[in-house]
């Protein structure tokens, strides 16, 4: 019934709210997930849960990494929003809020606390036992979608448009499935085509976050997408040249005297 704020490089977390929390829930920027793990274990109770909700791999590892695979939770949430100069968050398209242990499983303690919670405010969450199926998914997505519409500066619809653009997107994406299956994680009878051509579709007039990141001068989350693959890819022994050109593409656009 109350919300507080603080600033988090002022200092360490207040006392009141110092291991208070049921549980807690990363949303920044890949490059902040260092800094939201740390503020994470501060606010958490002994039993608290952790959950990340951001776009790319990684960051349930290191939440697992600090609090222990068995407070963590994986997420992937589809809503729309867009962020605009004063700091503020806007709600402009309803989607999904699906969750699971990393681990699998039914939800108990604070998590299934955290799963009523979400429901009882109306946004209807989605318990999952398979979460890098479903990280996995969304990433197929970005990795697709982000960096191509960041490089050539257009709105979602655009990789309907143009053949060249659709070609750079879903060469990406296939890439990405077959490191995902190669790591183990079964994408099941996911139509990769099908699957970019409804969210292009359904997204068509977005421009996506890479995009507003480009346009604002931000850091991108690229090294967490198609870096991530690219990482992952060595792992396994998969080639991924798409998403390393795409990665270094847009790393070129962050150096770019447009971030100046």
């Not at 960096?147 to 070609?167: D, K, Q, T, Y």
Request: aromatic share 4%; with cysteine.
């Amino acid at each position: 019934d109350a919300f507080s704020t603080f600033d988090s490089a002022a200092g360490p977390v207040p006392d009141e709210i110092h291991g208070s929390c049921d549980a807690a829930i990363l949303c920044g920027k890949a490059d902040s997930t260092p800094m939201l793990v740390q503020l994470a274990e501060d606010v958490l109770t002994p039993q608290g849960v952790a959950i990340s909700v951001q776009n790319g791999l990684g960051h349930a590892e290191e939440l697992a990494h600090r609090l222990g695979r068995s407070r963590v939770l994986g997420g992937s949430i589809t809503h729309g929003a867009w962020r605009d100069g004063e700091g503020s968050v806007h709600w402009v398209g309803r989607g999904a809020i699906r969750l699971g242990w990393i681990e699998g499983g039914a939800p108990s303690g604070a998590a299934a606390g955290l799963l009523s919670a979400l429901a009882a405010a109306g946004l209807e969450p989605e318990w999952s036992e398979d979460m890098q199926r479903i990280v996995w998914t969304k990433l197929l997505v970005n990795v697709a979608i982000n960096p191509v519409c960041s490089i050539a500066g257009v709105r979602n619809g655009a990789l309907l448009e143009m053949p060249e653009l659709w070609e750079q997107a879903l060469g990406a994406m296939q890439e990405a499935a077959t490191v995902a299956e190669a790591s183990g994680v079964d994408l099941g009878d996911l139509v990769l085509d099908d699957y970019l051509r409804q969210v292009a579709g359904a997204t068509a007039e977005n421009r996506c976050s890479m995009l507003q990141d480009v346009m604002a001068g931000r850091p991108t989350e690229i090294d967490a997408l198609c870096g991530a693959v690219v990482s992952q890819g060595e792992s396994v022994g998969v080639p991924t040249p798409r998403n390393a050109m795409l990665h270094a593409l847009v790393k070129g656009i962050e150096i770019s005297p447009h971030f100046d």
